[in-house]
């Protein structure tokens, strides 16, 4: 996937409220991700609250509780996973992958999927966000969810 066709993100979301989880390995690219997922709130209007959990493997838990808590429209969760030389990295990268995908299907509260799963470091600096970055997935993942929950409103109201 190469990020080429990404939608435009110029709607207007204001006041929505988003939960946003984001893990703590790789600090340069999660302040870049997370940095993103701000600048895509703000820009939208969004509200948003930011929690942080210790490694991607615990995403889908805070993830689901923050869904079903009734108190967020759209959560986002943001993590990097760098593959190293055991296989340690698909279990990590599956189990956070199916596990956000169930939360978002079982709750009907959408999920941003801003997890990031590189061969190396300089793979998630390019999508990080940052300066010379040439994606930005964290801002990605952000407008994903909040268009989704806005069309679900919509769905809903009907
Ligand atoms: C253990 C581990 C390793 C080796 N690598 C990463 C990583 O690249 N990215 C990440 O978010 N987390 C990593 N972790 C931590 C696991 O996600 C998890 O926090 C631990 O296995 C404890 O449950």
Not at 8 to 25: E, H, K, L, M, R
Not at 118 to 144: H, I, N, P, V, W
Request: with cysteine.
């Amino acid at each position: 996937m190469s990020g080429v066709g990404a939608p435009t993100n110029d709607f207007d979301a204001s006041g929505i409220q988003v939960a946003v989880i984001a893990a703590s390995w790789h600090e340069q690219v999660m302040d870049g991700l997370i940095a993103g997922a701000l600048r895509a709130a703000d820009q939208m209007g969004a509200v948003v609250q930011v929690w942080r959990v210790p490694g991607s493997f615990e995403l889908p838990l805070v993830v689901q509780e923050a869904a079903s808590s009734g108190k967020f429209e759209a959560v986002v969760a943001l993590g990097v996973i760098i593959r190293g030389g055991t296989p340690h990295f698909e279990y990590v990268s599956s189990a956070a992958t199916d596990g956000l995908n169930r939360v978002a299907l079982d709750t009907k509260v959408p999920v941003g999927f801003g997890l990031l799963t590189c061969d190396d470091e300089a793979q998630a600096l390019d999508r990080a966000g940052l300066s010379d970055s040439r994606e930005d997935k964290g801002a990605e993942a952000t407008f994903a969810a909040v268009s989704t929950a806005l069309v679900l409103r919509d769905l809903r109201s009907l």
